[in-house]
């Protein structure tokens, strides 16, 4: 703690602070305009913070932190402690800094007690990162993640020199043999990749040169747009086919291929517009033409009529010609759906009319009334027994013949 300032500083008339340093006076500073107090309280605080700089090294050093860390720590505030601008109890500060520079070395000699094991444990990392690159260098060629193994390769080195640079220097003889296998597993690596790319290389020119081809193909159907889209896409299919060409010249040959591709595209696109400009009057009689067979053909009133009036509209349809493509999805559903309701109506109508339907009708019409009379004759004589039992199912037996008769003769209508 930091001893009192009646003992270890004053301030005079003009604000100049002293501290008592070794048995002598000495000037820290001067703090015009304040208290005299207030100007002794500032100084008194810079001794408070190397006070308590020394209080946590102290506290580092009891915890047994890493000797070298607070070895610099102390030379730091030895530096600070040699004429600080700071009133205290200086030489006791200086004292206590002293006492944990032996601690420090007793530290030291510690961790140099513990540097065999050390260099056993980091020779061990060294061999471990060895095997690794082997692993990596000993890859099946045609399978190896060239990216990823790079990156795994540049980190075992990476790990190699972390380990050289913070780790304890180890005996030339065990370290060598262990960085030769590392160095030729690297080395194996290297040369491998550098033989894939070669081949990737060649792979590249030749999707290069196709591709080249396939937009040269693409610029010389831009004469014959608009109606060399069907043939462009041909093209776009063998241009996915190639593969990528891993160059700058792939997405320059791109550039020129997509180019092309929306020149006639563009082309195809006015041709439309133009159509659409032509067919619009199709498409308003059209429409015309639907409003009038919704409103006129009737088959559930008169199936004759309803077609003949059909057939007229339909003739028409045909000679009005071709609608605008967005609409055409449109005009041609609702046309079928009034030619799908005369249609309905023609079968209905067909199959009431058909004789072997009626002639089957009639059959089951003739079964359920014999049926029904017959159930009614056993449900009188159940009455007049008195058989609840036979009553009632007679009853049940009548009611779905009369039910089921009413369906077929509902059908036949």
Avoid at 118 to 141: P, W
Avoid at 356 to 371: F, I, P
Wanted: no cysteine; hydrophobic share 40%.
């Amino acid at each position: 703690m930091a001893t009192s300032s009646v003992s270890f500083g004053r301030v005079d008339e003009e604000n100049n602070v002293y501290v008592i340093d070794g048995g002598a006076e000495r000037k820290v500073g001067q703090y015009p305009g304040v208290p005299r107090a207030d100007a002794l309280a500032y100084f008194e605080r810079k001794f408070a913070d190397l006070e308590a700089q020394v209080r946590i090294l102290e506290q580092r050093v009891a915890a047994k932190a890493d000797a070298h860390t607070v070895k610099h720590n102390l030379q730091t505030i030895q530096k600070e402690l040699v004429e600080p601008a700071a009133v205290g109890n200086l030489d006791d500060l200086r004292q206590r800094v002293a006492a944990i520079g032996e601690k420090i070395a007793g530290l030291v000699a510690e961790k140099h007690a513990l540097t065999q094991e050390q260099v056993a444990e980091a020779l061990a990392d060294r061999v471990r990162i060895a095997e690794a690159a082997e692993k990596i260098a000993n890859q099946d060629a045609s399978k190896v993640q060239w990216k990823n193994s790079s990156a795994e390769m540049t980190k075992l080195f990476e790990q190699w020199q972390a380990s050289q640079k913070n780790g304890p220097k180890l005996p030339k003889g065990e370290a060598d043999p262990v960085w030769r296998r590392f160095s030729a597993a690297r080395t194996n690596f290297e040369a491998a990749k550098r033989q894939y790319f070669a081949g990737l290389d060649a792979a590249n020119k030749s999707t290069k040169a196709k591709k080249a081809s396939i937009v040269a193909a693409a610029e010389a159907l831009k004469a014959d747009a608009p109606d060399s889209v069907a043939e462009y896409r041909k093209l776009l299919d063998q241009w996915k086919a190639a593969g990528r060409s891993q160059s700058k010249a792939d997405d320059e040959l791109w550039t020129r291929f997509k180019a092309a591709g929306d020149t006639i595209y563009a082309a195809k696109s006015e041709q439309i517009q133009a159509e659409n400009a032509e067919y619009e009057g199709n498409l308003k009689a059209k429409l015309e033409l639907i409003a009038e067979a919704e409103k006129t053909v009737k088959p559930e009133k008169d199936l004759a009529e309803a077609k003949k009036i059909l057939g007229s509209i339909q003739s028409r349809w045909e000679k009005a010609g071709k609608v605008p493509r967005e609409k055409v999805r449109e005009v041609e559903d609702r046309m079928r759906a009034i030619e799908a309701k005369v249609r309905k109506a023609e079968d209905e109508h067909w199959r009431k009319t058909d004789p072997a339907a009626k002639d089957r009708t009639n059959s089951v019409l003739s079964q359920l009334e014999d049926s029904i009379a017959k159930l009614e004759a056993e449900l009188a004589a159940a009455k007049a027994k008195k058989d609840a039992k036979a009553t009632k199912e007679a009853t049940e037996a009548l009611e779905a013949r009369k039910a089921w008769l009413k369906v077929v003769q509902d059908s036949g209508k």
